[in-house]
């Protein structure tokens, strides 16, 4: 099983529908992130965690919001879905306890359309 | 957000030869340079990483040379193979696991001819 996994791993819908997109991770890593790629723009950070009570705004977190559940599980929310946020989405945790080398440990994606 | 800038978008390289990717940094505070390695259809995972204490770090046919007063870092591919075609992304960040993880570059496309 993934270290790190994400659902759904694919998902159409439409324009002003709710999604969420899931999160759980069995590395026992205390930060979580969530990151978006669009081709030619890389991978952007939308929102990171270090703990359940401490929630963060990345570089585009407009139009998105998070839960952090549980220090093993982190959603992203579209509360209203636009065909601009039809993308790639990745969850990434990291482990700053210990000997820490600033590696992120990525999902295999959420690829998400909105029509 | 500090900027990390990747260069080329995209790259085509024949069988065996050298892979070139370069990147530049603004954050002089930045202390941790990875590089991620992205199959499709799979999330990016490391690939090689140096610390600015060093000037080139190698790992097989992967190598990191590390200018900290130009501060550009680039990755070469010797002897590159079809198996290699994949997209690199760039990051800086902090060894520490910085506040808000890694800056990326926006990839590169490589593609290795047989």
């Known amino acids: 099983d993934a270290d790190v996994t994400q659902t759904p791993r694919n998902r159409i819908t439409k324009t002003g529908k709710r999604i969420m997109l899931e999160c759980s991770q069995t590395k026992g890593h205390d930060r979580m992130y969530w990151y978006r790629q669009d081709p030619g723009l890389g991978l952007r950070l939308i929102y990171y965690s270090f703990d359940v009570k401490d929630i963060n705004k990345g570089e585009i977190s407009d139009g998105y919001s998070v839960s952090r559940q549980a220090q093993a599980k982190f959603s992203l929310s579209l509360e209203s879905a636009i065909p601009n946020q039809t993308a790639l989405y990745f969850c990434a945790t990291s482990d700053t306890t210990g000997i820490s080398t600033g590696e992120l440990f990525f999902g295999e994606g959420s690829r998400l359309t909105v029509l | 957000q500090q900027q990390v800038k990747q260069s080329p978008q995209s790259l085509i390289v024949q069988k065996g030869g050298i892979s070139i990717i370069n990147c530049a940094y603004e954050?002089?505070?930045?202390?941790?340079f990875p590089w991620y390695q992205q199959f499709p259809g799979k999330g990016p995972a490391l690939l090689i990483a140096?610390?600015?204490?060093?000037s080139e770090k190698k790992e097989g046919r992967f190598t990191i040379s590390f200018n900290k007063s130009a501060k550009q870092f680039s990755l070469h591919i010797m002897d590159s193979q079809p198996g290699d075609s994949a997209t690199y992304f760039c990051?800086?960040?902090?060894?520490?696991?910085?506040?808000?993880?890694?800056?990326f570059g926006k990839g590169t496309h490589l593609i290795i001819q047989p």
């Open positions: 954050n002089t505070a930045f202390d941790y």
């Open positions: 140096i610390r600015p204490d060093v």
């Open positions: 990051a800086a960040g902090y060894s520490g696991g910085g506040a808000d993880g890694l800056t």
